[in-house]
């Protein structure tokens, strides 16, 4: 027996054996992750502008055919990668009292904004989202979608409970819960936040919203 030919007794030919098409379906998943984990990488080092397939490719251990494979260019890559953000979503708490609820919320999200990645990666896409509104899609998509989720079960509990009258502005509601957050890890950048910060944050918000 050779790789990849066969031999029939009696038979002095041999024939080729078939081959698996070509495409998707041979696609490793593990070099697919190595790949989206060196996107971010690269976005956090460079940034969008000068980040390249070849240094992606570089720093995922694998050839630039790996990437051109999976995604036909740099931006169709980033909008792959960001728009998966959104389907990752956060926990939805449920501790039983709304102030809580947005505690958990709040130490969460605090957490991952000012991951060094993230801080750096989510002012530089924005800042190619006001020239390029694919991106800007995607980017509106990624940070909305899993944040007004979890804010929308939040709201749905007090409700239940209670905590907050029904029909209130939801809209308004959701800029409440999620915009502290955003305004100082995106538009100030604040490293640090002040002691007892969620805390107020959360017991503020629930105020807020039960004023509505």
Do not use: C
């Not at 505690?103 to 924005?126: C, G, K």
């Amino acid at each position: 027996m050779l790789d990849g030919m066969t031999t029939n007794a009696g038979e002095s030919q041999t024939r080729p054996r078939r081959r698996a098409p070509a495409g998707a379906a041979v696609l490793r998943e593990d070099v697919t992750e190595a790949i989206r984990a060196a996107v971010f990488a690269e976005l956090a080092s460079v940034g969008y502008a000068r980040m390249s397939i070849e240094g992606i490719a570089r720093r995922a251990g694998v050839g630039k055919t790996a990437v051109y494979r999976r995604w036909r260019s740099k931006l169709h890559l980033v909008l792959d990668v960001v728009s998966a953000l959104a389907v990752q979503g956060l926990p939805a708490p449920d501790t039983g009292s709304l102030e809580s609820d947005l505690r958990l919320l709040y130490e969460v999200t605090s957490r991952a904004l000012r991951h060094p990645v993230a801080s750096q990666i989510i002012p530089d896409l924005q800042a190619e989202a006001a020239r390029n509104p694919d991106i800007a899609e995607a980017m509106q998509k990624a940070l909305r979608d899993g944040q007004e989720s979890v804010a929308s079960s939040i709201l749905a509990a007090a409700g239940q409970r209670g905590e907050i009258r029904p029909g209130l502005d939801r809209d308004l509601a959701l800029d409440l819960i999620s915009g502290p957050l955003y305004w100082r890890a995106v538009v100030i950048r604040s490293p640090k936040l002040p002691k007892g910060y969620l805390g107020a944050l959360a017991r503020g918000t629930a105020e807020a919203l039960k004023a509505l």
